[in-house]
């Protein structure tokens, strides 16, 4: 049971005040900063404090002894790394247009790319590891974000309501044929489209969002955010993409789940993510970065569906965000000291975990250690350290538990 050091991944669309508040620095920050990692990822891991203040990467003391940090079981099971990565994300300024690609998608692309000696740091890289990213996203904050396909149906009203001459033709072509191949074949179109024919359709889909926007109907929010985001990417086939998305918002404690192959772009708000270790991205649009439309196209999956919003399932104290992932679960705890004084919340066992203090402060015990976490701070939980329970020192403290998804049951 140690404590944490973590790094700060600075972003342009990343808040110059959440994660410098959340750590206790000085706000604004000098930059936005966008992402903070916790995990063992090779790109980025945090570092182990040492007792005598010193720090060595828990990339490196994973290898060290995988046995004893994850489990004999989950060494083979995750061949010897932690198979999850957690993040505080804050987003002021829109993510790109991106997905994520199953795990043999990202296996064959990355085999692919080493083969054809492509640096994996290199702009135009797709696959920067072997392993899918299904990922979850908690709200801190009301959150925002496009996510999914809307069904065909209501995205030919908002074509028609619209009332853009030009988007016309697109419109029918999915009014003929509202179903996945349908979107894939309008999707195609838009992402395709001559740089010229952007230049022109993009300021016309601008002017008819004017008129749905000052109202309050059916889709006065999806072209409220077609203009915010056609005023930052003028002329970017991404505006006409998010179009066809489910538009979305999330409030503090509750979550979304995104699978390989699901379109999405984060728009404002704060919260935590947790994903499989990867940081395999293939985007769509919304950016000045690398897009590969054939493999973006070959990845996404079509078929519409409204995003479920998960709330939690009640895990003894805790609420408990389950998803078909077996690489990591999500859970959180609101424990109030004026409520429990000084009761002791047990952290669930099993396999290798990190705990994160978000609000308040609370003290973390383990069979002869203890730890004070301030808001902000995370410890690092092997496998081995069973026992352990959280204490909320004074007034309410928040808790997020972020483990694989294998259970107690497996050493």
Known sequence: MELLDNPVRAYAWGSRTVIADLLGQAVPSA???????????????????????????????????????????????????????????????PLSLQAHPSLEQARTGFAREEAAAIARDAPDRNYRDANHKPELIC??????????????????????ALEVPEL???????????DADGLRALFTTWITLPQAMLDTLVPALQAGCVKLAGGDGEFSTEA??????????PGDAGVLAALLLNRVTIEPGEALYLPAGNLHAYLSGAGIELMANSDNVLRGGLTPKHVD????????????????????????????????????LL?????????????????????PRILLCTAGAATVRAPGAELVMARGTSVWLAAADAGVTVTADAGPAQLFLASDGLGPEVA
């Open 31 to 93: 930059h936005p900063e966008a992402e903070l990692w916790f995990g063992a990822h090779p790109a980025d891991p945090s570092h182990v404090v040492q007792p005598d203040g010193g720090r060595v990467s828990l990339l490196e003391v994973l290898r060290a002894d995988p046995k004893q940090l994850l489990g004999r079981e989950r060494t083979v099971r995750w061949d010897g790394t932690l198979p999850f990565l957690l993040k505080v994300l804050a987003a002021d300024e």
């Open 139 to 160: 709200a801190l904050t009301t959150f925002h974000a496009l996510v999914g396909f809307r069904e065909p149906a209501a995205s030919v009203r908002l074509l028609r």
């Open 168 to 178: 016309d033709a697109h419109a029918e072509l999915l009014a003929g044929q509202p």
């Open 224 to 233: 409220r955010t077609v203009l915010e985001l056609s005023e930052r990417y």
């Open 293 to 328: 439309v054939p493999e973006l196209l070959r990845v996404l999956d079509f078929r519409a569906m409204p995003p479920p919003v998960l709330t939690g399932v009640p895990d003894g104290v805790w609420l408990r965000y389950d998803t078909p992932a077996e690489e990591f």
């Open 331 to 351: 859970r959180r705890l609101e424990v109030d000291a004026a409520d429990v004084p000084g009761e002791p919340v047990p952290v669930p066992d099993g396999g």
